[in-house]
């Protein structure tokens, strides 16, 4: 069982950011203010200058009631006397008034200043942490996405390489015994004289180990299958009451790729190892022979036939018959799919065939595709597959001869024959 992965907890990271700048914010402000605290005992001496800096506007009065107007008078005289001192006093006290002013207004705009470039940092600062804080969400996102898919491809390809592993074991295994036993048995005279008699399971076992070898891995083979999911979705086969069926469907690629897309899907084949093995993996598969299989079924039931490098297995009649049933069991807009090795390549023809002894005559598309049509299927086409490499490829350099070279010896080493059962129009893939 995988250890659970540390989670990120992105909002608390950003509150201890936020914390931080705010306390770096209010130590600033602090020392900001008692650096710069404005002065009411200035303003209010600056307003008593303005309101008295003109003696010469000062009115008198007196308290007595006989000598008052003496008094008066006299102050009046007095004021007279000293106009052109009172008048300096005067002028001196308007240059302190407006001195005091300036020097206030000069100490209150800095002020003003610094109050909206702590504002405008306080917001440039709020912006700079919601766009972090979205970086950060959205980055970290982006990875745990990462993380997840990266884990599960890792989860698919052990569990891959654990079926592979166990399935070749298996073989192996059964290989050994095999091997193992007719050491052990001696035959007697007349044993050696007759040839010894076929046991199925060691004959599948073998058989399984042919495809192993020389089929190709399961990867490449579902990736290889693919072409044909969109004959499938585009007559919407497989998605309701019409399955399809696969005719000899070996170690499953198909039924797996099917699975996957949700499509629904049957199999069909003789090897007991393989079945067995299917229906242990939740596939539907039925251990039967294919043509048998097909005459169970209903006419019209189906909804798709495929059948990948199964005809060149069989003898010409049982090749015919097997089209017929298919025919039958397709329902209208049905599709057929055969897949079978290109005798046009010749090192398919002359090499690769053979690799597999149970194979037993390469089918020239023209024939195959004669037969489909013969049979009853309508707009069949055929479908060149799987070319060597162009690694392989002679340099053609504008060279007819190289050119045909190439096409006769790295060509399509496969192709497929894909009909319709008479439906009202084809669909496209």
């Not at 201890?16 to 770096?24: F, L």
């Not at 006989?66 to 106009?83: C, D, E, H, M």
């Not at 100490?107 to 804080?133: I, M, N, S, Y």
């Not at 020389?214 to 083979?221: D, K, M, N, V």
């Amino acid at each position: 069982m995988a250890e659970p992965r540390p989670q990120v907890d992105v909002m608390e990271i950003m509150r201890q950011v936020r914390e931080q700048a705010s306390r770096q914010r209010q130590k600033f402000a602090l020392s900001s203010a008692a650096a710069s605290h404005p002065n009411s005992q200035a303003n209010e001496d600056l307003s008593f200058l303005h309101r008295a800096q003109d003696l010469s506007q000062v009115r008198f009065s007196s308290h007595r009631k006989v000598v008052g107007a003496v008094v008066v008078l006299f102050k009046r005289v007095l004021q007279q006397l000293l106009t052109p001192i009172l008048a300096r006093q005067s002028d001196y006290n308007a240059v302190n008034a407006r001195l005091l002013g300036y020097l206030c207004e000069r100490v209150e705009r800095p002020d003003e200043q610094l109050a909206a470039a702590l504002e405008a940092l306080h917001a440039k600062e709020t912006a700079f942490l919601e766009a972090l804080q979205e970086t950060v969400t959205t980055q970290l996102e982006s990875l745990a996405q990462q993380q997840e898919t990266a884990f599960q491809a890792l989860q698919m390809e052990v569990a891959r390489q654990s079926q592979e592993r166990l399935a070749h074991k298996r073989h192996l295994t059964l290989l050994l015994d095999e091997v193992h036993q007719r050491l052990m048995e001696r035959p007697t005279g007349e044993e050696r004289r007759s040839p010894p008699a076929r046991e199925t399971s060691s004959w599948d076992s073998l058989c399984l180990a042919i495809a192993e070898r020389f089929r190709g891995s399961r990867q490449e083979i579902k990736h290889r299958l693919r072409v044909y999911l969109p004959y499938l979705k585009a007559g919407g086969i497989g998605m309701h009451d019409d399955p399809v069926i696969d005719l000899g469907c070996g170690r499953g690629e198909w039924l797996e790729l099917l699975q996957e897309e949700g499509i629904r899907v049957r199999g069909v084949d003789q090897n007991a190892l393989l079945v067995e093995e299917h229906r242990q993996s939740g596939f539907e598969v039925i251990q039967s022979d294919i043509v048998s299989y097909l005459c169970t079924l209903s006419s019209g039931s189906i909804g798709g036939v495929t059948g990948f490098h199964i005809v060149e297995h069989l003898p010409f009649e049982v090749m015919l018959a097997l089209f017929d049933e298919t025919v039958r069991v397709l329902r209208p807009g049905g599709v057929a799919i055969f897949e079978t090795p290109n005798p046009e390549n010749v090192l398919v023809s002359m090499h690769e065939f053979y690799i597999d002894p149970t194979h037993r005559r390469p089918l020239p598309s023209s024939l195959l595709r004669f037969i489909a049509e013969v049979k009853g299927l309508c707009s069949v086409k055929l479908l060149p597959l799987h070319p060597f490499p162009a690694t392989q490829r002679v340099p053609e350099a504008n060279l007819e001869v190289a050119k045909r070279f190439n096409e006769l010896f790295y060509g399509p080493r496969d192709y497929a024959v894909i009909g319709w059962k008479s439906p009202h129009r084809v669909p496209s893939p």
